[in-house]
């Protein structure tokens, strides 16, 4: 009988190369809104996926997102208490995807528009954000927020509803007064 530890078999794989190829990213961005550096979430991720080759065969398929995503907040925490310092969430992080739009100016706008975005959902109460972080930059269904967050569907949806809210209402008074701005001004 293998040990926890052994390698892979072929049949097992496929599930977690599926996994691997459907979370990993997701999982990083949620890693990242604890740990506010990149490569210290993708540390985070890269154990929670250790974790996963390691009990491939006892994760219930139909709760693979919650365990992973209750796996990856524990791994965060840990680490954000082992360095026990403020986490403030960086905007590079988010904004490396490629833009389309021949203008500089746009990819510019864009920045400050996820950076005051980012910035206003870090002022949500703590549960708001993390059911908002849940859904919008990890993607997952109310089902598996409920599952993460050890709460009920209603509740997620309660929480994600009030959140939206209140970004709503941020957002309209940073754009009536953009003097205010959440974010520090860049230095250029």
């Not at 139909?62 to 791994?75: E, G, I, M, Y």
């Not at 995807?97 to 005051?116: C, H, I, L």
């Not at 980012?118 to 930059?137: C, D, G, H, M, Y």
């Amino acid at each position: 009988m293998p040990s926890e530890s052994a390698p892979m078999h072929d049949t097992e794989h496929t599930p977690f190369l599926a996994a691997l190829e459907r979370y990993e990213r997701p999982l990083i961005r949620y890693a990242h809104s604890y740990t506010s550096d990149l490569e210290e979430a993708r540390d985070v991720v890269q154990d929670v996926f250790l974790k996963l080759s390691q009990n491939i065969n006892s994760v219930d398929p139909d709760r693979l997102a919650s365990w992973l995503f209750t796996v990856c907040k524990n791994r965060a925490l840990d680490h954000q208490r082992k360095h026990s310092r403020l986490i403030v969430m960086e905007t590079e992080s988010f904004d490396q995807e490629a833009s389309s739009s021949p203008r500089p100016g746009d990819d510019m706008e864009s920045r400050e528009t996820a950076a005051t975005l980012r910035s206003l959902i870090e002022n949500l109460p703590t549960r708001q954000r993390e059911a908002v972080t849940l859904k919008f930059i990890s993607g997952l269904d109310y089902k598996e927020i409920s599952q993460v967050m050890k709460t009920s569907i209603g509740n997620v949806g309660y929480l994600i509803h009030h959140g939206v809210q209140s970004l709503r209402t941020k957002w309209q008074e940073h754009e009536a007064n953009p003097q205010c701005s959440t974010e520090p001004a860049l230095a250029l």
